[in-house]
């Protein structure tokens, strides 16, 4: 049986973790029985190059001298490097690999070698620490990519930005309410490529995972001082945004003690001078364990989506148990929260209250004519997300979605799911520019369109690209064609009456529809509209369209801004394009 991380002295992030068996032999947390149990331990580490190849001895020793006497009867004994350990086995991984490790890690870089990278300078590394004290995202994710040795050090652990208490990055950023740039930090060290950059495709070919161990190893390593990790510096100054990324992460530990043996839990908000207890009540909540509430849908929508029940990072959600049933998959979570919200925001999202009738309107139920459970016939799509939003809102939890166009998880309503449709959009005005520009070309010249420099291109020397685009304009104006009418709408109650007319008055010009919610929208510029999947808006247009937030200024997001303006003329000019009833009624009455 292997010894736990208690009975080895080591603080091991998880027993569990993959390749710790191999990494420590069951008899090497035991120390030698000819050693005293309270001995300091000195491992020397002799480079593979100057070793003996016959020799196996491993050099750790509890008397300095003796330690020392090997170092000086090795040639190039400048290269041999000696550390003292109060744990045999720790001492034993450094006298293998020559690595400091930290949480029984003992064996991630046997395989990897050096870095070609040179160690920042001393000045270097207190510009660098600056920066991360700043929040400066921008110039921190240049300087690591430039020298990813600012956060990984010569022994595969967190480079050190402070001696004194051996804080890396993420203490600092954490003890400054970086959140940001917390999170910076922690994707950066825990990026596959980010990992191949420091060391090769080649030279990065461990049994473990170095890019999970690297994130392990930010978010619990605790400093020199006080024994505190990254978390702990978070919840006693009360950084409750910071809190919030740390334990995103799994592989944190909430539990790890500090010097005294407090636990974080136990230090909410105890360095700040004022007392905020609305503040300490949220961090309470979010070092609890957190539970998720998750949306399922079948591929194509084929079955009615399902309210999975909540999970969390240590019971995780498992999907397609039986083989039988439609495979589904996840397309929406609300979450984090405590488990008693969790299952009162799941009961609440599966059994709408019901609405309460007065004697005489009927006996119909009233939870058929409830708003959410309409909600969810009308729009098979998104009606359940839509209510599910509005219903995180409610609950003040975060609220993500799946949108198949962004291919992740987004919520339209925080700042990060608007910078992402910003760039979404900008990139579609972008290819319509050059879509445009052929389309210009080609009905100058006919089918003999020039390039930038007047030169005449023939219909077969243009790119495949070219016609791909000219073909798309085309499209386009057909779709704008399309969308002229000289109908008008007819009312329910004169239906009957409409099929025998046989001409049509065309309509007046619409009066201006002014938005409640948007006094201040300006006139949008003449030219071609610019939708999500093409030049003319679908559902998924519609869908993001009731995603989005009601404040959005021109200035911070000024293509979702023109964007939704848009969709406003849209359906100001067409109020039944959208509307599921009418489209159901035109259904039946087409059949």
């Avoid at 086995?89 to 870095?115: I, N, P, R």
Wanted: with cysteine; hydrophobic share 30%; glycine share 4%.
């Amino acid at each position: 049986m292997t010894p736990t991380s208690r009975e080895c002295g080591v603080n091991l992030p998880n027993e569990d973790t993959a390749g710790m068996a191999d990494a420590r032999n069951e008899n090497m947390c035991e120390p030698r029985p000819n050693l005293p149990a309270e001995a300091q331990y000195y491992a020397v580490y002799i480079p593979l190059e100057h070793r003996n190849p016959d020799e196996e001895e491993i050099h750790v020793y509890v008397e300095k001298s003796e330690a020392l006497n090997v170092i000086k009867s090795i040639k190039e004994h400048k290269k041999s490097r000696l550390q003292i350990f109060k744990n045999y086995a720790d001492a034993v991984a450094y006298a293998k690999t020559g690595f400091e490790q930290s949480y029984g890690y003992s064996t991630v870089a046997t395989a990897q070698e050096q870095s070609s990278f040179k160690a920042p300078s001393m000045s270097d590394t207190i510009a660098f620490k600056r920066l991360v004290e700043k929040g400066n995202v921008e110039a921190v994710m240049a300087k690591v990519w430039e020298n990813p040795r600012y956060l990984i050090s010569s022994g595969d652990t967190p480079a050190i930005l402070q001696m004194g208490f051996r804080y890396n990055a993420l203490h600092i950023a954490a003890k400054e309410g970086q959140s940001k740039m917390c999170e910076l930090i922690l994707n950066t060290v825990g990026d596959p490529k980010f990992m191949r950059w420091h060391y090769g495709d080649d030279k990065c070919t461990t049994y473990l995972n170095p890019a999970q161990i690297m994130q392990d190893l930010y978010l619990n390593t605790p400093d020199k001082g006080l024994n505190e990790t990254p978390l702990h510096f978070a919840v006693k100054h009360g950084h409750k945004d910071v809190v919030r990324v740390l334990i995103s992460y799994s592989q944190c530990i909430k539990t790890l003690p500090n010097k005294f043996e407090q636990l974080p839990m136990e230090l909410i908000c105890s360095r700040r001078e004022t007392e905020n207890e609305a503040l300490k009540r949220e961090i309470r909540m979010l070092l609890e364990e957190q539970f998720y509430v998750p949306v399922l849908r079948t591929e194509g929508n084929t079955c009615p989506p399902i309210i999975g029940e909540p999970f969390s990072p240590t019971s995780p959600l498992i999907l397609n148990r039986d083989p039988i049933s439609p495979r589904v998959e996840l397309r929406a979570f609300a979450g984090p929260m405590t488990k008693p919200q969790a299952t009162e925001f799941q009961k609440k999202l599966k059994t709408p209250p019901r609405i309460n009738f007065k004697r005489g309107q009927g006996d119909t139920p009233g939870i058929v004519n409830s708003p959410s459970i309409a909600l969810r016939l009308q729009d098979t799509e998104k009606g359940l997300e839509r209510v599910g939003r509005d219903l995180a809102e409610e609950y003040q939890v975060p609220w993500k979605e799946y949108w198949p166009f962004l291919k992740d998880f987004v919520d339209f309503r925080s700042d990060d799911g608007l910078t992402k449709l910003e760039k979404y959009l900008q990139q579609r005005s972008k290819d319509n520019e050059k879509q445009l520009f052929y389309l210009r070309n080609l009905t100058n010249s006919a089918c003999a369109p020039v390039s930038c420099e007047g030169e005449p291109i023939s219909c077969q020397e243009m790119p495949k690209e070219s016609k791909e685009d000219a073909i798309n304009d085309i499209q386009y104006l057909c779709d704008k064609l399309g969308l002229c009418s000289l109908s008008t709408d007819i009312d329910d109650e004169e239906d009957s009456d409409s099929e025998s007319l046989e001409f049509f008055t065309p309509p007046s010009s619409p009066e201006h529809i002014q938005d409640n919610f948007d006094d201040d929208m300006q006139i949008a510029e003449e030219g071609s509209l610019i939708f999500i999947e093409g030049f003319s808006p679908t559902k998924l247009d519609y869908a993001v369209y009731n995603a989005l937030s009601t404040a959005i200024g021109p200035d911070t997001y000024p293509h979702i801004y023109r964007w939704r303006h848009d969709m406003q003329l849209v359906m100001q000019r067409d109020p039944c394009r959208f509307n599921a009833k009418s489209l159901r009624r035109q259904l039946f009455t087409n059949n």
